[in-house]
């Protein structure tokens, strides 16, 4: 982030904005769809969700997907992170990787009543 810079938004702001991204990640996979597209929600939900965190304690942090660099900028500054958190930063890819056509192989699978929930695997970097 910039110096002198302030991050728009409150911590609430940014919580509500990462509880939307959670709903989209948890919604069944449309047909036609892409997991990844799913995960990408999901990646955006603990970004924005780790965000609202440095605005609650108002502290700094740079315009980045990488949620391993968030997670680490909050230990630095003595701010507690549980290890689920700590697991997120798995999610990184999805932030544009996993979305741009070419650089991964696309996940799809019917959308039948067997397949209408993501597989919790799949965003955990084993379906890639």
Known sequence: MPKGKLVPGSAE???????????????PLPEGGFYEDLCFHAQQAAEKALKAVYQYHGKRFRYTHDLD????????????????????????????????????????????????????????????
Do not use: F, M
């Open 13 to 27: 702001d940014w919580l509500a904005r990462a509880e939307g991204d959670l709903a989209l990640a948890k919604v």
């Open 69 to 128: 660099e968030l997670v680490t900028g909050l230990t630095k500054e003595g701010i507690a992170v549980p290890p689920e958190v700590l697991e997120a930063a798995s999610l990184t890819p999805y932030a544009w990787e996993a979305r741009y056509p070419g650089l991964t192989e696309p996940q799809r699978l019917k959308n039948t009543a067997k397949h209408s929930v993501r597989p919790t695997w799949y965003c955990n970097g084993q379906g890639r």
